[in-house]
């Protein structure tokens, strides 16, 4: 088993663009979650899904942040426009039913200058 | 890589002794506890989790003890090794149910 994949590992963007980032879930795992870790405020939820559908969004910063499930094989998390104060490293893990064993991708490391 | 607050507690050890890292919980109505262990430049690794209808739970190294009196739950390892350093984490599903919140971290030391 692969794991969950994230891409791309390390995103460098200037203020006021678009990014991107995507996540492969764990075959099976019904449940996709996307976190931000930063040395301010530690692991954050961002938003989950359950069957490819987003039932809380809750911890998403504001509307700059927008997150897709178009099949339960992958998921993106879109900032746009994106600002310094978004440079975090943003997680994805999924899990077979709700919070129990989420496993996590590596991560990918957004910087925003 | 940079994982927690510049301010995490930190436990040194011995390589070869047992490890106890504490974490306090702040929801009663949380039934379930996950730890994990996190290295620099990765994500965090699942290392044993615990419902609340357990007071104990053993794996492989590592012993999770949950008391809900005090809403307390530790994360022993046993004679800890160099690869055990890292952040570790417990987290905790609180009253939503499907979501883990995530405590601040504890960073372990393994000194040979």
């Known amino acids: 088993d692969a794991g969950v994949i994230q891409s791309p590992r390390h995103e460098v963007t200037e203020m006021g663009q678009e990014v991107t980032l995507r996540c492969k879930p764990i075959s099976g795992h019904d449940y996709l979650f996307w976190y931000r870790q930063t040395m301010m405020r530690g692991l954050e939820l961002l938003i989950y899904f359950n069957n490819n559908v987003p039932i809380d969004d809750s911890g998403m910063p504001e509307d700059r942040f927008s997150a897709k499930m178009p099949n339960a094989s992958f998921s993106t998390l879109k900032i746009q426009p994106s600002e310094p104060r978004d440079s975090a490293v943003y997680f994805c893990?999924?899990?077979?039913?709700?919070?129990?064993?989420?496993?996590f991708g590596p991560g990918t490391r957004l910087t925003v200058t | 890589g940079e994982s927690v607050g510049l301010h995490l507690p930190t436990l040194s050890v011995q390589e070869g002794d047992n490890s106890i890292i504490n974490c306090a919980y702040s929801n009663s109505a949380s039934d379930y506890f996950i730890w994990y262990k996190q290295e620099s430049g990765k994500g965090p690794q699942f290392i044993i989790d615990i419902r609340s209808n357990m007071d104990k739970r053993q794996g492989q190294r590592v012993t999770v003890l949950l008391n809900k009196t005090v809403k307390h739950l530790s994360l022993q390892i046993a004679a800890t090794q160099p690869g055990d350093s890292a952040v570790y984490f417990c987290?905790?599903?609180?009253?939503?149910?499907?979501?883990?919140?995530f405590g601040g971290g504890t960073r372990v030391l393994v000194k040979p």
């Open positions: 893990a999924s899990s077979q039913q709700g919070p129990y064993e989420q496993y």
């Open positions: 987290a905790e599903n609180g009253a939503a149910g499907n979501k883990l919140t």
